[in-house]
C-alpha cells in the first residue's frame, strides 16, 4: 500500500513563497521516483517537478529557478519549495509516485496565489 498525503497550501501574494510538504507511508520510500503535479480549474494535470531515486530532477519551464523539489527519505517525505509565486501558480498541488506501473495520489493541497 502507497499512501500520500500533502500539506502546505494556502493564500499568498503574488511574490509570496510557500513550502509543499507529502508524507509518503511505505516501506523502502529511498527507492521511489517521486514527484509534484498540479491542477487548475479547467485545465489538465501537469507535471512541474520530478526526482528520482537517485537525485536526478526536472522542472518544468515555467517553474524553473522558482521550484525546488527536495526529499527527506529519514522523514519519507517529499517537498516543493515555491518562491516568487505567481498568480498562473494557482492550481491543486498533488504528490505523485508510481509504483509497479500504477499511479499513486495523495489528497491535493490548495495553492492560491492572489492580491
Known amino acids: 500500500q502507497v499512501q500520500l498525503v500533502e500539506s502546505g497550501g494556502g493564500l499568498v501574494p503574488p511574490g509570496g513563497s510557500l513550502r509543499l510538504s507529502c508524507a509518503v507511508s511505505r516501506s523502502m520510500f529511498s527507492i521511489l521516483n517521486m514527484a509534484w503535479y498540479r491542477q487548475a480549474p479547467g485545465k489538465q494535470r501537469e507535471l512541474i517537478a520530478a526526482m528520482d531515486r537517485g537525485g536526478i530532477t526536472n522542472y518544468r519551464d515555467s517553474v524553473k529557478g522558482r521550484f525546488t523539489i527536495s526529499r527527506d527519505n529519514a522523514k519519507n517525505t517529499v517537498y516543493l519549495q515555491m518562491n516568487s509565486l505567481k498568480p498562473e501558480d494557482t492550481a491543486v498541488y498533488y504528490c505523485?509516485?508510481?509504483?509497479?506501473?500504477?499511479?499513486?495520489w495523495g489528497q491535493g493541497t490548495q495553492v492560491t496565489v492572489s492580491s
Open positions: 505523485n509516485t508510481n509504483v509497479m506501473s500504477s499511479d499513486h
